[in-house]
């Protein structure tokens, strides 16, 4: 899913977990000691999706 950050009332909440294509960053560009990295496309998507889960993980807890 691709969601437009300008689209979103508070765009606070968001903050990238990975970045890809950091093969052809621009060598001033230093993405956080926590990112997922991949130099081109990744072939599997599975580090991108746990460490989304890991940092929302407390968003979907049930009020009870």
């Known amino acids: 899913m691709s969601i437009k950050a300008g689209s979103l009332d508070d765009r606070r909440v968001l903050q990238p977990i990975g970045h890809i294509w950091t093969g052809s960053a621009q060598p001033w560009f230093r993405a956080p000691d926590d990112s997922v990295l ?5 072939d ?9 889960r890991k940092v929302t993980a407390d968003w979907f807890v049930e009020a009870g």
Request: charged letters at 30%; hydrophobic letters at 30%.
């Open 38 to 42: 991949s130099a081109g496309q990744p």
């Open 44 to 52: 599997d998507m599975s580090d991108y999706i746990e460490r989304w």
